[in-house]
T-cell receptor
């Protein structure tokens, strides 16, 4: 079983719609969760961090965390073609030094 | 803003060469990481360091070594490059607190011929 799982996509949404990206993780005591955006040929760019259950909003982005279900999601409101990218979910393992496991990413396509 | 700088964006080397990839961060971060990223395999951790002169193996350390002589610099060394080490290499850094996110450099696309 993969430690961090994401649907590889592509997820296609029309411009202006809400894109919903999902991620599940296996380490029940993970404490820190991150979403990165990666454009083709570029490096991952941090867009959201979330540490406690519930929602965290930043502009058009909302991260949602449910530790009981071991589930974290990213919502992108009013999707734009410039949001077309691969979105990586990352989970910080409990204890020890900071080692993060990344999912393989979900490719999002926003159709004009 | 955090700045992680990798010495080369593109690099072409030959099989058997010793290859050095350099990474420098300007935020006084304790932790530094080297990943490789391949299509369909995602990001895989090669080595990481949580302090000067300290290093820990990641998930795929074979064929690689690292050096961290100064806090801001973390070098990845391919001892004898092979074609299966052709990949995108990404350096990242993070503050010592385990809740802090990693910040990535622009990456080095390495081709071994």
């Amino acid at each position: 079983q993969k430690e961090v799982e994401q649907n590889s996509g592509p997820l296609s949404v029309p411009e202006g719609a809400i894109a919903s990206l999902n991620c599940t993780y296996s380490d029940r005591v993970s404490q820190s969760f991150f979403w990165y955006r990666q454009y083709s040929g570029k490096s991952p760019e941090l867009i959201m961090s979330i540490y406690s259950n519930g929602d965290k909003e930043d502009g058009r982005f909302t991260a949602q965390l449910n530790k009981a279900s071991q589930y974290v999601s990213l919502l992108i409101r009013d999707s734009q073609p410039s949001d077309s990218a691969t979105y990586l979910c990352a989970v910080n393992h409990s204890g020890g030094y900071q080692k993060v496991t990344f999912g393989t990413g979900t490719k999002l396509q926003v159709i004009p | 803003d955090v700045k992680v700088t990798q010495s080369s964006r593109y690099l072409v080397k030959r099989t058997g060469e010793k290859v050095f990839l350099e990474c420098v961060q300007d935020m006084d971060h304790e932790n530094m990481f080297w990943y490789r990223q391949d299509p369909g395999l995602g990001l895989r951790l090669i080595y990481f360091s949580y302090d000067v002169k300290m290093k820990e193996k990641g998930d795929i350390p074979e064929g690689y070594s690292v050096s961290r002589e100064k806090k801001e610099r973390f070098s990845l060394i391919l001892e004898s490059a092979s074609t299966n080490q052709t990949s995108m290499y990404l350096c990242a850094s993070s503050a010592g607190n385990s809740n802090q996110p990693q910040h990535f450099g622009d990456g080095t696309r390495l081709s071994i011929l």
